[in-house]
């Protein structure tokens, strides 16, 4: 099973770029690396899935390194309405018991 | 197309009463997901459906039954509320059968709040 970790909380400003990272060190052959948002009394959307490299969409960019160890969420020139919790979710086609979306990181954008 | 509603939004119940947590979902989607969220933690799944017709156990599932009524119904009962069931409650779907939750896009509803007195 593998856990992630990630920074409890991050500040930034108008338009600037974010960038999150999750630490999975123990990520398994067939873990897919999956990011949602969760915004005040919602529940989780979710944002961008991968499984190695780079992955982009419309809303943000997914960096996985060689070793998957680890990923990065960017999110490209944040808005105030980019303040949410995202949250870091690592698995594969096994048992939904091992869905595990921990604490997440809570995103902060000021003017 | 309303995705996944929750019934009721929000909910007071005293230690000891029973109540269900209704969820449906419109998107045709065969596998269906219950969570509980406490203040400032991640989500925790209590239940899940892989397909129509099967029900099992996730991380919490202690204090809690479900119910796939149908395809497109989940329900999560409290037989006996405590305090410790405090928490904001989310429905969930996924398009395939088999829970693949971790892989699969995962459509949450509003949630619902209760408040076990």
């Known amino acids: 099973l593998a856990k992630t970790t990630q920074p409890i909380s991050m500040d930034s400003y108008e338009g600037q770029e974010v960038n999150i990272t999750c630490s999975h060190n123990n990520i398994a052959t067939n873990d897919y690396i999956t990011w949602y948002q969760q915004f005040p009394s919602q529940g989780p959307r979710f944002i961008i899935q991968?499984?190695?490299t780079k992955v982009t969409n419309e809303v943000a960019s997914l960096f996985i390194p060689a070793d998957r160890k680890s990923s990065t969420l960017s999110l490209p020139r944040v808005s105030l309405s980019d303040t949410a919790v995202y949250y870091c979710l690592v698995g594969g086609y096994s048992s939904a018991s091992k869905i595990i979306f921990g604490s997440g990181t809570r995103l902060s954008i000021r003017p | 197309n309303a995705g996944v509603t929750q019934t009721p939004k929000f909910q007071v119940l005293k230690t000891g009463q029973s109540m269900t947590l209704q969820c449906a979902q419109d998107?045709?989607?065969?596998?269906m997901y219950w969570y509980r969220q406490d203040p400032g933690m991640g989500l925790r799944l209590i239940y899940y459906s892989a397909s129509e017709g099967t029900t099992d156990k996730g991380e919490v599932p202690n204090g809690y039954n479900v119910s796939r009524l149908n395809k497109r119904e989940f329900s999560l009962r409290l037989e006996s509320a405590a305090p410790s069931q405090t928490s904001v409650y989310f429905c969930?779907?996924?398009?395939?059968?088999?829970?693949?939750?971790?892989?699969?896009?995962?459509?949450f509803g509003p949630g619902t709040r209760l408040l076990v007195l």
């Open positions: 991968g499984y190695k």
């Open positions: 998107m045709n989607h065969n596998s």
């Open positions: 969930a779907s996924s398009l395939r059968p088999g829970g693949q939750g971790a892989t699969e896009t995962q459509y």
